[in-house]
């Protein structure tokens, strides 16, 4: 019994020499860890922070005045007189839903970056065996430390790649902010346009009910006959369910505006159109279309995009490359075995000829034409989109044109004209209510014109991007306001 005491003793203490070593660098690593803890959502928070927003909040303000930075000639930001669209534009990129979503989802590429080519962990691995035939030292014990020495340039490989993904995520962030303020732009024309309409047909319906008095009289004086007399009140009837339809549509394009600017639709706001091209609109202005493939590559957010794309497909590939070649995988360590200490180093290399990343370097390669074809590809899109874009510009500035030298000094002259014999007791009812509807439909049709060069305009900015100069500054992204996330 004495024995076998003395012959186990040597055994257990190598067992507790050899375990507590791994056992407290275990624990010590899982202190380090991170914990998990619960985040739940807060929607009724939300929701009062997104009725209570106000385009004079502090980081509104804060993004107006980085901008106005970074203008040698900024615009005044004061949405307490009413907000015109270079004003909600800005508010556009600090409150739209859309731009938040694109924000975070940015985010997960940069911690993506910010973490990339770390080393691998180390591993602790302990061996114990005991012999079976009866013998002094029965226990063999070693434990070892497994590091991965990256030889392989696979690390730095992994960091480019990480930072080119970041770098496009970027790149499509900014297209998208690009995006939502010409949506802003196409929405403001839209509710500009839908508003002068309102006007006309207003004016249309005062100038009608001004003759209407004389109308009556004349039907009951037998002067006009009662067909006539009633063309006046199916016109005012007519003109008074588009002015209906209208105000809806107009209501309909105010809250499209709201939506774009992240505001609620019952927000407190005071809208003011400055005509129906914004002010911000200035990008075409020296650019003809002969001029613009040039700049694509440097300027088109669109194109900017595909190529940061095609980069990150090239550093995928550089990666997938330097993955096929091994890393060394070294294990010191110590043991015990016959009562006597050992000094332990274990070398792996993987040998890369049966499966040497085949796989994934083919995938790769195969993404990266992949990518190079969608240069190709948004590049002629983008080119034919511009010489769309110039056409229905350079039609409606025609119409537009047209209507503004020839058609509506025309159609005025001969309302006035038709006026002027009225007033002198030869009412000609046909030409008179002609001449009205004539002066509406040409009123509108100018409206109309001028709204669909004012689109194409935004659609060339849109194509185009912004300028490189630095009166017309690319702003860097707001932050996501506080307090209002889900």
Not at 302 to 328: F, G, K, S, T
Not at 399 to 416: F, G, H, K, W
Request: net charge negative; aromatic share 4%; with cysteine.
């Amino acid at each position: 019994m004495t024995r076998s005491t003395t012959q186990h003793a040597p055994g257990h203490t190598l067992l507790r020499v050899g375990l507590l070593p791994p056992v407290g660098i275990a624990v010590i690593l899982v202190g380090a860890c991170q914990s998990y803890e619960r985040r739940p959502l807060d929607v009724p928070g939300h929701l009062a922070a997104f009725v209570a927003r106000t385009p004079e909040g502090p980081e509104v303000r804060a993004f107006a005045a980085r901008l106005a930075a970074r203008d040698p000639d900024p615009a005044d930001f004061n949405p307490s007189d009413g907000i015109g669209c270079a004003e909600a534009e800005i508010i556009a990129l600090v409150f739209n839903a859309d731009l938040r979503l694109a924000r975070l989802r940015a985010g997960v590429t940069r911690a993506t970056a910010e973490h990339a080519g770390l080393w691998d962990d180390p591993t602790i691995s302990v061996s114990l065996a005991r012999i079976i035939e009866s013998t002094p030292e029965p226990w063999k014990v070693s434990t070892s430390v497994g590091l991965t020495l990256p030889i392989s340039g696979r690390l730095e490989a992994e960091k480019q790649r990480a930072g080119a993904e970041h770098a496009a995520e970027l790149a499509r962030l900014a297209q998208r902010e690009w995006s939502v303020r010409m949506s802003v732009r196409r929405a403001w024309i839209e509710w500009s346009a839908l508003n002068a309409q309102l006007d006309a047909t207003r004016d249309f319906l005062e100038r009608v009910d001004q003759i209407l008095p004389v109308v009556d009289r004349m039907e009951q004086a037998g002067e006009m006959a009662r067909t006539e007399a009633r063309l006046f009140r199916i016109e005012k009837a007519t003109r008074s369910l588009d002015l209906a339809t209208l105000e809806s549509r107009a209501r309909e394009a105010d809250l499209r505006v709201r939506q774009l600017m992240g505001m609620s639709p019952d927000a407190p706001l005071r809208f003011v159109t400055g005509g129906l091209r914004p002010a911000s609109s200035t990008t075409t202005g020296d650019i003809s279309p002969g001029d613009t493939p040039a700049e694509l590559e440097h300027r088109s957010p669109a194109m900017l995009v595909v190529i940061a794309e095609y980069e990150a497909a090239e550093r995928a590939l550089e990666l997938e490359i330097r993955r096929q070649y091994p890393d060394l995988h070294v294990g010191p360590g110590f043991g015990r075995e016959d009562g006597q200490d050992q000094v332990l180093l274990g070398l792996t290399v993987p040998i890369p000829f049966v499966n040497a990343n085949r796989q994934r370097i083919a995938q790769a390669e195969a993404a990266r034409e992949f990518a190079r074809a969608g240069v190709e590809a948004t590049l002629e899109q983008t080119i034919a989109g511009l010489g769309a874009a110039w056409l229905r510009a350079s039609a409606a500035t025609h119409r537009r044109l047209t209507l503004e030298t020839q058609i509506v000094p025309l159609v005025d002259a001969q309302y006035a004209d038709a006026r002027r014999v009225a007033t002198l007791g030869e009412v000609n009812t046909l030409v008179l209510i002609e001449s009205l509807t004539r002066q509406l439909q040409a009123k509108t049709s100018l409206v109309e014109a001028a709204r669909d060069e004012a689109i194409a305009a935004v659609d060339l900015d849109e194509l185009l991007g912004p300028p490189p100069s630095p009166s017309h500054p690319i702003p860097d992204s707001p932050t996501a306001p506080g307090g209002d996330g889900l």
